[in-house]
């Protein structure tokens, strides 16, 4: 086959793989190997009409998964004459073998389609929650479980997911930080290029990749209130030095795509935002792909109040760079009119078009629209054993040990009774969590089931549900208690369902929801007055405020298990019982109340630090101003001790790095994987600087008593920032000293400084 000079035709519509043919006809396009990108690009919208170009900048949904107001779809005979470019939604097989053979063969210009889908953690092998995810602290794996996921999308037809989602949040009350990689600009910087890479594979045309989208641009995780679709109002320096930097690594990744925001930023909606969309995005980081808009915001430009009609809202959104109008039909319907009268040129029409093509071009699908896509490859790539088992080392690898008081974990496997109490420990749908693509409860492996299959054969292990996830029925309370006094060890799973985190899902409180907190305290009561230890299983998609739990001695070990799933309640046996030895950290810090929401690590310091002992600094008169938990958090069954950090050079001049080392012992008498966090602090500079920026990690593997050292290189981009006096916000490197602080948290670690001799901007 000749892959540059190939037309796919296919003669027969059937449930059967197309049969592909090489040879040209009138309704197909050609990709001619003596042809640029642009010049294919060229030749193609030269030939397409204004409603043809107008629907190629429109996307239709299968109605599978509404996430706002439902709309008037577009179907076959949209296809057909051209007034649809993309749909979201619609996957199988021979389902989209059928629709692209639409497309190519009855459309006046054969151009294919675009298929998205929402696949944020696996499609039908679910991996933990990318928050969960996070927490592993480990890239490889990320980009391997977005692999993973492309892999059966693709199979299904997908060649475009809307992920990642590379906002950060620092606000646990936001549900969609759920979907994120937490609080930390520079961690969420490695994890956008690993599932970009992981999703886009190392050829993008390959029939088992899809085109990733980042997502949401930008400051999404900024939403006042930590309220889902609600304005931010940020600083220029904040937007870049905070925001902005996850994107521009999924830009450098080589991203296909991108999705604005439904937020403001100092008032103006990120869908019509002409400076974020066209001026950073396209001019300053030179982005020629594709930005799609998100689920009817450009008809919600009305709701905003920028724009007082549709026509209206589609020409500022189309004006500020955004190509592709999800769902709302604005383009297609509204914009015709606006052209012909001259309110709207055509030439940013033009420009959109170009882009749009220009990604189905790299993705392949002029030469394959079809993309080997075959019933019998569908099954052969999904939900394989192979899969499984990746979700499963995803989600223990992901799970975080919060507390473990008189090491009563790991559990002995020869408990001769055993509870498993809670409304989450046979709940498998909650394993999901949510934006499950379409993964099958049925398919999903509960707490219960995981530990029933993780203990002896002699081992009696019984289930009571005690309440809801959020209800105030009391009535299983009693039935909880009884089994928690007839057993020599409980597990009593708690947390959030699938609903309660993600897009929509906003939380005033972070407290565990419904009566869960009353359950807990009459399951710990029973157990305590046998003495039977009582392990908590958190299975939720944020931050919460545990701190009852946390103090009570009664519960002496707490696993922050997450949603980890389609393999998740076999991956809490393997923590529970020692066959996988904890090594998470939090990567979005817990508050102690919701009150200190937003909470992170990296804030400034402000006039008045806080202090104990004067009342008048920044503190609360009721809580301490501490985290519960810091970022960077996490607990092992083993112990690891820092010592010996040195620099290789105290003083440094312009653009010289410094070489930071340290020795990490395993204090313990278990093998475990330790995550070294190395830290830095601008002590002073021209405006203020966080207290700490992360700025690297190592994840080593240890035995007892082994020590390792590790060393870790701080560049001078490790040290810049957006200076008081640079108008163009250009980035500096300031002369004076740094901290470096290298450790197992946040909040754990030792130091040492170093001073820069000399002022200089980046890249001179």
């Known amino acids: 086959m000749t892959s540059r000079l190939s037309c796919f035709r296919s003669f027969k519509l059937s449930f059967f793989p197309l049969l592909v043919f090489l040879f040209s006809s009138a309704g197909s396009v050609c990709v001619n190997a003596q042809q640029t990108e642009e010049q294919f690009i060229n030749a193609l919208l030269g030939k397409m009409t204004l409603e043809e170009k107008l629907g190629q900048l429109t996307q239709y949904t299968g109605r599978s998964a509404v996430t706002?107001?439902?709309?008037?779809?577009g179907g076959e005979e949209q296809i057909t004459s051209g007034q649809v470019g993309s749909f979201l939604n619609i996957y199988g097989a021979d389902t989209v073998l059928r629709l692209q053979h639409i497309a190519v063969e009855k459309s006046r210009l054969g151009i294919p389609l675009l298929f998205?889908?929402?696949?944020?953690?696996?499609?039908?092998?679910?991996?933990?929650?990318?928050?969960?995810?996070?927490c592993a602290w480990n890239p490889s794996l990320a980009e391997r479980d977005a692999r993973i996921a492309a892999e059966e999308a693709s199979a299904a037809g997908i060649n475009w997911t809307f992920a990642p989602m590379v906002d950060i949040a620092r606000d646990a009350r936001w549900g969609r930080i759920v979907e994120g990689a937490g609080?930390?600009?520079?961690?969420?910087?490695?994890f956008a290029k690993a599932r970009v890479h992981g999703f886009q594979g190392e050829d993008l045309r390959?029939?088992?990749?899809?085109m990733a989208c980042a997502k949401h641009f930008t400051a999404y995780g900024a939403a006042e209130a930590g309220r889902d679709y609600n304005i931010a109002d940020i600083s220029e320096r904040t937007l870049r030095e905070t925001y902005l930097p996850p994107f521009k690594a999924a830009v450098d990744a080589g991203v296909g795509s991108f999705m604005a925001s439904f937020n403001e930023i100092a008032g103006v909606p990120?869908?019509?935002n002409k400076y974020l969309l066209t001026d950073v995005l396209r001019k300053q980081w030179h982005f020629d792909g594709l930005m799609v808009s998100d689920y009817t915001a450009i008809l919600e430009l009305i709701h905003h109040g920028v724009a007082a009609t549709r026509t209206?809202?589609?020409i500022l959104a189309l004006e500020a760079g955004m190509d592709m109008d999800m769902v709302s039909g604005i383009y297609i319907k509204d914009l015709p009119a606006a052209i012909k009268d001259g309110r709207l040129p055509s030439e940013f029409v033009d420009k959109a078009v170009r882009r749009v093509l220009r990604v189905k071009y790299r993705l392949g699908l002029f030469d394959n629209p079809y993309r080997q896509l075959s019933a019998a490859r569908e099954r052969q790539n999904t939900l394989t054993d192979a899969h499984r088992a990746a979700a499963r080392e995803a989600a223990r690898e992901s799970m975080v040990l919060l507390k473990n008081d008189g090491a009563v974990l790991p559990l002995s496997k020869s408990i001769a009774k055993l509870a498993v109490i809670g409304p989450l420990a046979d709940n498998p749908s909650a394993m999901l969590g949510s934006w499950a693509a379409v993964g099958k409860p049925s398919e999903a492996m509960s707490i219960y089931a995981g530990v029933r299959n993780g203990v002896s054969k002699n081992t009696n292990v019984r289930f009571a549900k005690g309440c809801d996830v959020n209800s105030d029925d009391r009535s299983g309370f009693d039935e909880a208690v009884a089994l928690a006094k007839d057993s020599d060890c409980i597990i009593l799973a708690l947390g959030e369902d699938e609903h309660m985190s993600g897009e929509a899902a906003s939380r005033a409180s972070l407290d565990l929801p419904g009566v869960q907190n009353e359950l807990a305290r009459a399951v710990l009561s029973a157990a305590a007055a046998t003495g039977k230890p009582v392990v908590v299983v958190l299975v939720n998609g944020r931050p919460l405020t545990i701190g009852e739990l946390v103090a009570d001695a009664r519960a002496p070990a707490i696993l922050e298990a997450w949603q980890g799933g389609t393999e998740a309640g076999h991956a809490v046996a393997d923590v529970l019982f020692g066959d996988y030895n904890p090594s998470g950290k939090l990567t979005a810090t817990f508050p102690r109340v919701v009150g200190q929401e937003p909470l992170y690590y990296n804030h400034k310091n402000t006039g008045r630090p806080p202090n104990e002992n004067d009342k008048y600094t920044s503190k609360f008169l009721d809580v301490h101003w501490t985290p519960l938990f810091p970022f960077g958090y996490g607990l092992s069954y083993t112990t690891f001790a820092y010592s010996g950090l040195k620099l290789d050079k105290t003083e440094i001049g312009a653009n010289k790095d410094v070489i930071v080392t340290v020795n990490v012992t395993n204090t313990g008498n278990r093998a475990g994987a330790e995550v070294a966090q190395l830290y830095i602090q601008d002590e002073v500079a021209s405006v203020t600087r966080p207290v700490r920026e992360l700025r690297g990690f190592q994840k080593i593997y240890l035995k007892p008593g082994e020590v390792k050292t590790i060393s870790f290189t701080?560049?001078?981009d490790d040290l810049a920032f957006y200076n008081l006096y640079n108008l163009n916000m250009r980035r500096v490197v300031e002369a004076g000293w740094f901290k470096v602080y290298v450790g197992t948290?946040?909040?754990d670690t030792t130091e040492a400084r170093f001073r820069v001799t000399a002022s200089y901007r980046m890249g001179e």
């Open 270 to 272: 990120s869908t019509c």
């Open 183 to 190: 609080e930390d600009t520079w961690l969420g910087a490695v």
């Open 312 to 314: 209206d809202a589609g």
């Open 745 to 747: 948290s946040s909040a």
């Open 714 to 716: 701080l560049a001078p």
């Open 206 to 210: 390959a029939s088992d990749s899809v």
């Open 116 to 134: 998205g889908h929402d696949v944020i953690h696996g499609f039908r092998t679910i991996f933990p929650t990318p928050l969960a995810e996070s």
């Open 68 to 73: 706002g107001p439902d709309v008037q779809q």
